[in-house]
């Protein structure tokens, strides 16, 4: 029922910039929270970061905190992650996700469980 549209990744080097964008589909939008996690290749898929639905509270791993920042934007239902200081290791996969259903406790942003749909994906290459 709810489609989700990742895009804006790319090829980059160490130190690069990009915003990846997930478009959403509903009148509801601001009633999901969101999140983004990624799958590198030979590795099981991870949580990055993730956003409340009403609170706009921002959640991130330890990986990747401090360099990215997740933002959403309810009038247009859009999701963005901006991407700074870029490194090798963060060539992956990225996933938009949502969960429509109730409100969460806070632990549970960082389960994939929590989430009840998934966009296709957009690839991230960062190079040394």
């Known amino acids: 029922q709810v489609q989700l549209v990742e895009s804006g990744g790319g090829l980059g080097q160490a130190g690069d910039s990009l915003r990846l964008s997930c478009a959403a589909s509903?009148?509801?939008?601001?009633?999901?929270?969101m999140g983004w996690f990624r799958q590198a290749p030979g590795k099981e898929r991870e949580y990055v970061a993730a956003?409340?639905?009403?609170?706009?509270?921002?959640f991130y791993a330890d990986s990747v905190k401090g360099r990215f920042t997740i933002s959403r934007d309810n009038a247009n239902n859009m999701m963005y992650l901006q991407m700074n200081m870029l490194k090798p290791e963060d060539t992956a996969i990225y996933y938009c996700?949502?969960?429509?259903?109730?409100?969460?406790?806070?632990?549970?942003?960082?389960?994939?469980?929590?989430?009840?749909?998934w966009g296709q994906g957009t690839q991230v290459a960062v190079s040394s």
């Open positions: 509903g009148r509801a939008f601001r009633n999901y929270a």
């Open positions: 956003i409340a639905r009403s609170t706009g509270i921002t």
């Open positions: 996700a949502a969960r429509t259903r109730k409100s969460l406790s806070t632990s549970a942003y960082f389960m994939e469980g929590a989430y009840d749909y």
